[in-house]
């Protein structure tokens, strides 16, 4: 079993920066691909970023391109997302996941989540 939990949520005005963190317990993340997922109010779930086991392949949605940056410390169990020109639009709890390869993540079937942390930006 692998237990995810986010921090670094918060409020920030547009145009403003946050750091997001995922940090793992009960197995090693160095195995696993791992990815950030957001779901804003009244829609759907949707990708962000992955990021191979070993760092070598980073995946974004278009939205996020150029604004978002995921990476990876390995020996501390630990993923980040890094969000930098935050919109409005990116305003969502932002989930972390991670499953045995980037593949999965595309397709959402991560096999283990965190519980979100709260982004709120403001215009």
């Known amino acids: 079993q692998v237990q995810l939990v986010e921090s670094g949520g918060g409020l920030v005005q547009a145009g403003g920066s946050l750091r997001l963190s995922c940090a793992a317990s009960?197995?090693?993340?160095?195995?696993?691909?791992m990815g950030w997922f957001r779901q804003a109010p009244g829609k759907e779930r949707e990708f962000v970023a992955a990021i191979s086991p070993s760092a070598t392949i980073e995946k974004y949605a278009d939205a996020v391109m150029g604004r978002f940056t995921i990476s990876r410390d390995n020996a501390k169990n630990t993923v980040y997302l890094q969000m930098n020109s935050l919109k409005p639009e990116d305003t969502a709890v932002y989930y972390c996941?991670?499953?045995?390869?980037?593949?999965?993540?595309?397709?959402?079937?991560?096999?283990?989540w965190g519980q979100g942390t709260q982004v709120s930006v403001s215009s």
């Open positions: 996941a991670a499953g045995l390869n980037t593949a999965l993540i595309l397709q959402r079937r991560a096999g283990y």
């Open positions: 009960g197995r090693t993340l160095s195995g696993y691909a």
